[in-house]
Every structure is written in C-alpha cells, then in structure tokens.
C-alpha cells in the first residue's frame, strides 16, 4: 500500500488562492480527515489529488508516482477511487448497471468479443459481475441491486455512490462527504461502512466531513484546513483542543 504526500501544494484561479502552501501526508491502511469550515479548501484539495485540478504550484505523490499533473484517468487507474460530494449516477440505470459501468476499465476485449460475446468477453465480463455483487453485498444493496437510482432514498443513493467507487477496486478512497444530509440512522450506516471499507478491505479512507463527532470518533489522524491554509494537524484529541482550530469554527471570544 502507498503512501500519499501533498508538498506546498499551491491552487490559485485567478487572484484568489484555493489553497496556499498545503502540506500533508495520508499514511496508509488509516482514515484520515480533513476538515474546516465552507470556504475551506477541502474539495479543491481533493480535486487536485483526483486529476480534477493540477496544482498551481507545489507536488502530490502516490508512492513512486506524481500525480502533479495526472488525468482522472491515469489517478484511477493507479488506484485511488472517489464518492463525491454531489452524486454522480446515471439515475436511469440500475444500482447493478451502475456499479457494472465503473468497471469498464477492466473490461479488457475488444468490439468483435463484445458483439459475439464468447470466451475472452463472457469470461471478463463474469469475473467482473462476481466483483461487482461482492460489492452489493458488502455494501448491504442487495434490496435495491435491480432497482433505477434516481427512485432510491437519497440515503440508499448516497451508499450506491460509495460502492461505485469500490468497484474500482482502490487502494485509497477519498469520500466528500458521504454523510452530508442524510438523518441520524443513515450516518450511523455509512461510519459503520467507512470502518468496514478499512479493517475488512485495507483501504485507505480519506475523509472530508462537516459532522465534527463522526470526524472525532473514527479518526486515526485529523489535518485542518481554513482559508485554504493548513492550520492543525494531529490525532482527533490534539486538533479538538488546539487554538488555532478551535477559533476557525468558533471565532475569537
């Protein structure tokens, strides 16, 4: 498993600066959490570790491999996989076709095995269904497999979200958060499944998340970010009682 380092990672549009001189190292096999209030630089950071944005200046590292000015495409592809903020479904397709559709890059035939569908496309496509309802079923969406997306509970969606993610088989994780919105039960499934993504798969979670007690409680290490700058890092005990953290959520008395 790889390590990923961010080093004065810089993000500027314009005159205004995203992110200043950020830097931070997410250990693996850990779930890590980035917090601070709106405005913060939590989803650009993000975008810039996911391909989305390249960084005005500074250098991010997953092992031996810059992903400074990597796609989307090649970030996946080196296993780092991501459930956004907003969800991103087809809502007109099927949990099973969602989650069959994330693992189009491991479909490796070409259109003529597609077409007749025997031995190199059928074997693929079987090996890649069992991953996929192994997915389902670790993911409790059994229920809904066969269901469109766009009829689920915003909650059941927001799950259907993270296993699309998983599919892609990551060895980091990276959930904007996953629980925003959802009511006391649901946010107690979906820290229930962040766990299990972690001990049961080894995958390194990194999470941003306004629910400062979820942050608190599944933590192994917490870095703080507030008008894009770094201002706290630590174990969840360390960040709740630093001044620094305390005054970005609270103010100055």
Not at 98 to 114: E, G, T
Not at 248 to 252: D, H, K, S, T, V
């Given at each position: 498993m790889?390590?990923?380092?961010?080093?004065?990672?810089?993000?500027?549009f314009g005159g205004l600066h995203a992110l200043s001189d950020v830097s931070l190292t997410i250990q693996a096999g850990l779930i890590t959490s980035i917090i601070g209030p709106?405005?913060?630089g939590k989803t650009s950071l993000l975008n810039c570790i996911s391909g989305f944005y390249h960084p005005t200046r500074g250098s991010i590292l997953f092992g031996d491999r810059s992903l400074t000015h990597a796609s989307p495409h090649q970030v996946s592809h080196w296993g780092i996989a991501r459930a956004f903020q907003n969800i991103e479904l087809f809502k007109g397709l099927t949990v099973l076709d969602?989650?069959?559709?994330?693992?189009?890059?491991?479909?490796?035939?070409?259109?003529?095995?597609?077409v007749i569908y025997m031995g190199r496309a059928s074997r693929a496509e079987a090996v890649n269904r069992a991953f996929v309802?192994?997915?389902i079923d670790f993911m409790e969406l059994e229920p809904y497999r066969k269901s469109p997306v766009g009829n689920l509970s915003y909650g059941v969606?927001?799950?259907?979200?993270?296993?699309?993610?998983l599919t892609m088989a990551p060895q980091l994780?990276?959930?904007d958060e996953p629980m925003a919105g959802m009511n006391i039960e649901e946010k107690e499934d979906m820290v229930r499944f962040v766990l299990d993504i972690q001990k049961e798969r080894g995958i390194t979670v990194v999470l941003v998340e306004h629910?400062?007690?979820v942050v608190m409680d599944i933590s192994d290490h917490i870095y703080v970010l507030d008008f894009g700058q770094l201002i706290g890092s630590g174990s969840p005990a360390q960040v709740a009682k630093d001044p620094k953290v305390i005054e970005?959520?609270?103010?100055?008395e």
């Open positions: 790889s390590t990923l380092s961010v080093s004065e990672v810089t993000l500027t709106n405005g913060a969602n989650l069959m559709l994330a693992r189009h890059r491991s479909l490796q035939y070409n259109f003529l095995q597609a309802e192994e997915i969606q927001k799950r259907v979200e993270v296993a699309r993610a994780l990276l959930l629910d400062l007690g970005a959520y609270i103010g100055e």
